[in-house]
């Protein structure tokens, strides 16, 4: 039994006849009429009935029709499968990364590599940048994408692209309403900052006073800035859609602030599948500047 033999089954069997098959096919009737019977004689069965012009499956051939389509789908995941091994694909891409970047790019992402690598696993862990190389070097992840300050980086880590940071505020928060703000003002309110885990404690990344709220997540942050929670220093590409929509403020200022990065940090031994992933990050933050 040949998996071309049982194509040939289950295309006559769609089709309602040879004929029929072999126009939509572009194959010779008389092609699909040996494949079809150097089957059935292979299994030694008749798979249909056969009256002049006329087929219909048989009782045995009705109840084989769906392992024939099974058959064939692990045949073409097998031939994928070596397809991609032969062509340098991981079979498995293990991701950490912040949400520096908004979640409708990371979903797209996502979806269009599983639709260009449909055998590669994917598992995506969210976690502070800080927190990134470790799980690197400990083999948990072969890749990770985060945002950096110019003095937070890395030895480890590698430039994509800087990040443009926005200081913001609810509309209705009083630092809003003025028309540029200082380190003072600043330090009156509550800032709403990212905090990560360091020799295990949780340490804040405030800026300028101990009044702070510490989030892991940015979009947690950007979320608790809009409910007027406080203030927050946020990468602009997360907060474009709330400032356009108005449910966020940029703060006038002209306060000296570091500069940010969006790095990655990666295993030895990078592959196509984290090849393309970094293409398309890369592509998207050359699309913010």
């Given amino acids: 039994m040949r998996a071309e ?3 040939a089954f289950i295309d006559v069997t769609e089709h309602g006849s040879f004929a029929a ?33 006329s087929l219909t499956l048989t009782a045995v051939g009705d109840s084989v029709l769906p392992d024939c389509y099974r058959l064939l789908t692990s045949a073409s995941r097998i031939k994928k499968h070596c397809h991609q ?30 639709q260009q690598f449909p055998l590669t696993a994917i598992s995506v862990y969210l976690v502070p940048p800080q927190e990134h190389n470790q799980f690197v070097q400990r083999q948990t992840v072969d890749i990770a994408f985060g945002l950096y300050t110019a003095e937070g980086i890395d030895t480890n880590a590698a430039n994509l692209a800087p990040v443009s940071m926005r200081l913001v505020a609810a509309p209705h928060h009083p630092l809003s309403r003025l ?18 885990v360091q ?17 892991t997540m940015f979009e947690v942050i950007r979320d608790a800035v809009i409910n ?3 203030w927050a220093l946020l990468p602009y590409p997360l907060v474009k859609g709330a400032l356009d929509a108005g449910t966020l403020c940029t ?29 398309k990050v890369a592509h998207f933050l050359a699309s913010q500047n």
């Avoid at 020799?199 to 989030?215: H, M, P, Q, V, W």
Wanted: aromatic residues 6%; hydrophobic residues 40%; negative net charge.
């Fill in 199 to 215: 020799d295990d404690k949780l340490i804040s990344e405030a800026l300028f006073s101990g009044n702070y709220l510490g989030l």
């Fill in 228 to 230: 007027a929670t406080g």
């Fill in 5 to 7: 033999q049982v194509q």
């Fill in 85 to 114: 091994h032969l062509q340098g694909v991981e079979s498995q891409l293990c991701i950490a990364r912040d949400d520096a970047l908004p979640e409708v790019f990371w979903r797209q992402v996502m979806h269009d590599l599983k």
């Fill in 251 to 279: 703060l006038t200022h002209d306060l000296a602030l570091d500069s940010h990065y969006y790095r990655y940090v990666e295993s030895d031994n990078r592959g196509v599948v984290a090849t393309a992933l970094l293409n």
């Fill in 21 to 53: 098959a072999a126009r939509h096919t572009g194959l010779k009737r008389s092609t699909l009429s040996a494949a079809v019977n150097a089957l059935e004689d292979s299994l030694g069965v008749a798979l249909f009935e056969r009256s002049g012009n």
């Fill in 179 to 196: 028309p540029s703000v200082n380190r003072d003002d600043l330090a009156q309110y509550t800032q709403v900052c990212l905090t990560h």
